[in-house]
């Protein structure tokens, strides 16, 4: 195993760099020129040019390249584009966003969809960035429970107990949404208290049956047993433990709150006893949901001082026990400022975690996040707070959450990598001005600092604006089961 390791990086920086004269016999689609190459796969960090063509990376060389599009990258970092595991808004406003933050590739893992076909052919030819989504529980549970809600559960999908005959009902649509090229489960526990833990054990086998990853919102983010977050982390490790599924925990710092440490200590110590575990966390220290859904039903009596910390969306207005019970029955998005920036920090730089957005925006109401994660991490993180090397955060925004799904999803192996044959998803920006500009009451302002993204080849973003009229995103799937 070491040995085939050891071959696959020769291998990687073999190709990372052509000689000067096949180069430079070339011409390219697309040149990158003379930008700071940096690859956390084979640890490339320099000056070269990145000559694409036909939507991959042809060449890496230390001379220049010829094209019919030259780009120059002087004095800016050439990244593998950011692949997002969490991305609820999965339409044109918000691929805008995610392009200005360097994101080339949003996924909708956490929920994911009740009929992956579908979902497949409705984003077919309409997307600006690359896109996919998992099979989902929640909202196959939804279906068979004739839920109302539109995202999530709002009524008997997140609150009734199924039947045996109902969960193998469910088992089937997720079976069938693998089958359908979907990339892991999806699930929204906290959303669906009602799930015992034997369903959620029978959901966890399918996923074992095909190896596919599960994402999975913890049962609770509560201190105190029980209900704790760290019980609802031992029910999730557990379960990968029991059924052999690979594991990974979205958004760790909104369900740990001030139990971050422990809940990286569980996952740590997981994975040191070779269970496959991944988190993930995203750069803000609130959160975000519908306020109809069962997660807020522990706010239901709670006194204003509590409620405070829950924000509406749409207007900015903290809430108190009188618009709490109104904006329940208009429902929408409410923003939860439940975390700390000590525990922000920790999750973010921790090695075990990738960063994920977790965005949805709705015509310009949502959370920063949808905008700003990425460019906050490069600016705040790593430029700012010296929290992170620059490396780390390429590595936790492209290579890692490859890495998560290219066992199912081969496909992810030519991504999150700069490197000869690898996609030409490609992230450039200036380290020296990379930020973020959201806030919750500007949520949906663009980050500054990408000069080009490219998706598959096609600049997206070009001279830090964003291109019109093309869509070049593919889809991102799993294998195909006939």
């Known amino acids: 195993m070491r040995y085939l390791a050891t071959s696959i990086l020769l291998l990687a920086l073999a190709g990372a760099i052509q000689s000067p004269a096949v180069a430079q016999q070339a011409t390219y689609d697309v040149v990158l020129a003379g930008g700071r190459v940096m690859d956390p796969e084979s640890g490339l960090d320099a000056v070269r040019y990145v000559g694409i063509r036909g939507g991959k990376i042809a060449a890496i060389s230390a001379t220049p390249l010829k094209g019919q599009t030259v780009l120059d990258a002087k004095g800016l970092v050439v990244a593998p584009g950011f692949v997002d595991l969490h991305a609820h808004g999965q339409d044109d406003e918000n691929y805008r966003l995610y392009a200005m933050d360097g994101v080339t590739t949003a996924l909708e893992l956490e929920v994911g969809t009740e009929d992956v076909n579908g979902w497949y052919a409705a984003h077919a ?22 839920d109302p809600g539109g995202l999530l559960p709002s009524g008997d999908g997140g609150r009734l107990v199924a039947t045996p005959a109902q969960i193998e009902e469910i088992k089937a649509l997720v079976r069938l949404g693998l089958d359908q090229g979907g990339l892991g489960v999806g699930f929204g526990l906290q959303y669906t208290p009602a799930a015992t833990r034997w369903e959620v054990l029978e959901m966890f086998r399918v996923a074992a049956e095909r190896k596919a990853p599960v994402f999975v919102h913890a049962r609770s983010f509560n201190q105190k047993e029980p209900g704790s977050s760290v019980e609802s982390f031992v029910e999730m490790i557990g379960a990968a433990a029991i059924t052999g599924a690979p ?10 709150l001030a139990s971050t440490p422990q809940t990286l200590q569980l996952v740590a110590e997981a994975r040191k006893r070779g269970l496959d575990v991944t988190t993930e966390a995203y750069p803000y220290s609130a959160g975000q949901t519908e306020i109809e859904s069962a997660l807020l039903d522990q706010f239901e009596g709670a006194p204003d001082s509590m409620l405070h910390k829950l924000q509406w969306a749409k207007t900015g207005e903290r809430l108190n026990r009188e618009t709490f019970q109104k904006y329940r029955k208009e429902g929408g998005m409410v923003i939860l400022h439940l975390n700390t920036p000590e525990m922000e920090a920790m999750a973010i730089t921790s090695p075990l975690t990738m960063i994920a957005s977790d965005a949805a925006m709705h015509d310009g109401k949502g959370h920063p996040r949808a905008a700003g994660s990425y460019a906050r991490v490069l600016g705040f993180y790593v430029r700012e707070q010296k929290a992170l090397s620059l490396m780390d955060a390429i590595r936790k925004s492209t290579l890692m ?68 009229g093309i869509f070049p995103g593919r889809p991102a799937r799993g294998v195909i089961r006939p």
């Not at 989504?133 to 929640?138: G, L, P």
């Not at 594991?247 to 740990?256: G, R, Y």
Request: net charge positive.
């Open 125 to 146: 030819g309409k997307a600006l960035i690359n896109f996919g989504a998992s099979a989902s529980h929640v909202r196959s549970r939804m279906k068979i429970f004739k």
């Open 401 to 468: 959450p490859a890495q998560r799904l290219e066992k199912l999803a081969p496909m992810f192996r030519a991504k999150g990598r700069l490197r000869v044959g690898a996609d030409a998803d490609i992230a450039v920006f200036d380290p020296a001005t990379v930020i973020d500009h959201a806030t919750y009451e500007k949520p949906a302002e663009y980050s500054s600092g990408f000069r080009y993204v490219l998706v598959n080849g096609v600049p997206v973003v070009l001279n830090g604006a964003l291109a019109t």
């Open 247 to 256: 594991l990974h925990i979205v958004h760790l710092n909104s369900m740990s």
